[in-house]
């Protein structure tokens, strides 16, 4: 019995396993054609032109595939700002747009100038916190609930715990006879 349920759950596992690659085959499906060994990359619009094809390979999220064009759109070429030359790309180019995106796109776009500003506002936005919390504080100081641990020493939650057990009882004068 237990060798069935083995079989069968290995079975269900390798049949899983090609639908996925299946899956993964008719989504990266893409236009194969010749490959030139010269691209112009563009990560703002996340475009490749191939220079010796004269072709642009454009992502095309609707079809969930990477498709080939002569020519751009309006919008397509008004993002076409910076481009980085990538000598000798592997095959296909588009396989290794995650890391191009990545590397590329922070390296165009990011400046000392702005990472700089990006560290000022993100100080600021900690010290201005900082601030809010400590007036919020003081506001519960001034409502009359005052903290009554300022100048005592606390104490551990153990000795709290046998300190509340053991408390020596003031001595309380005896009801009045009847």
């Not at 001595?171 to 009045?176: D, H, V």
Request: glycine content about 2%; charged content about 30%; aromatic content about 10%.
């Amino acid at each position: 019995m237990r060798n069935t349920h083995l079989y069968l759950f290995l079975l269900i596992f390798f049949l899983s396993c090609n639908e996925v690659e299946k899956s993964k085959e008719t989504n990266t499906t893409q236009a194969n054609t010749a490959q030139g060994s010269t691209y112009n990359y563009y990560p703002r619009a996340n475009i490749y032109y191939d220079i010796e094809q004269k072709h642009y390979l454009v992502f095309d999220s609707a079809q969930n595939l990477w498709q080939q064009k002569t020519s751009l759109s309006t919008e397509e070429n008004a993002l076409l700002t910076k481009k980085v030359v990538i000598n000798n790309p592997s095959l296909p180019i588009y396989e290794a747009n995650d890391h191009h995106r990545l590397i590329y796109g922070t390296a165009l776009y990011s400046s000392a100038e702005e990472i700089r500003k990006k560290f000022i506002e993100d100080s600021l936005k900690i010290v201005n916190a900082k601030k809010k919390r400590l007036a919020a504080d003081s506001l519960k100081m001034s409502n009359g609930k005052k903290d009554t641990t300022i100048g005592k020493k606390r104490k551990n939650g153990l000795k709290n715990f046998f300190d509340k057990i053991f408390k020596k009882k003031s001595e309380k004068p005896l009801p009045p006879a009847k």
